[in-house]
């Protein structure tokens, strides 16, 4: 029998040559002299990547909520794994807000615990990383392309 796996995860791109931070401690980006960084949830297979999502709001239990309801959701079926895959998030606020955990006993059946102030062992760190590397090697030149850049990088996951 084929397990199936999705990791879902947050994380911030600051390109300039500054190294990234993660959002489960940074949930303000700031943008300066027409820089910054961007806010991203996406998610992955083993076969491949799954929706990129730019967040341009404050992260909360709301705004994670709406991304899994109609991103993480359509990602599954765009994979080829509705309905039948183990979910990863670790215990950001967000994800063990009371809606959040409601939401995903529905509609993820399977969910890979992560104990509380663990180290991050979601596999999507290490495609976070790739993903960093590669928007680091263009001359970015504002947010917006920095948004078209880190869609064309991703959807060149495979």
Not at 38 to 54: D, E, H, I, Q, Y
Not at 96 to 116: D, E, G, R, Y
């Amino acid at each position: 029998m084929k397990v199936n796996s999705t990791f879902s995860a947050v994380t911030a791109v600051a390109p300039y040559g500054k190294s990234p931070k993660e959002l489960w401690i940074q949930k303000h980006p700031t943008v300066k002299h027409g820089g910054g960084s961007v806010m991203v949830w996406g998610c992955m297979a083993s076969t491949r990547v799954g929706n990129l999502v730019f967040i341009d709001d404050i992260m909360n239990h709301m705004v994670y909520l709406d991304i899994l309801q109609n991103s993480l959701i359509e990602s599954a079926k765009n994979l080829g794994i509705d309905g039948n895959f183990i979910f990863q998030h670790n215990n950001d606020p967000e994800h063990s807000a009371c809606n959040v955990k409601m939401w995903c006993i529905f509609h993820c059946k399977q969910q890979l615990q992560t104990p509380p102030q663990s180290l991050d062992n979601n596999v999507i760190e290490n495609l976070w990383a790739t993903l960093e590397t590669a928007v680091l090697k263009q001359k970015i030149k504002n947010k917006a392309h920095l948004k078209q850049v880190l869609q064309g990088e991703w959807s060149k996951i495979s």
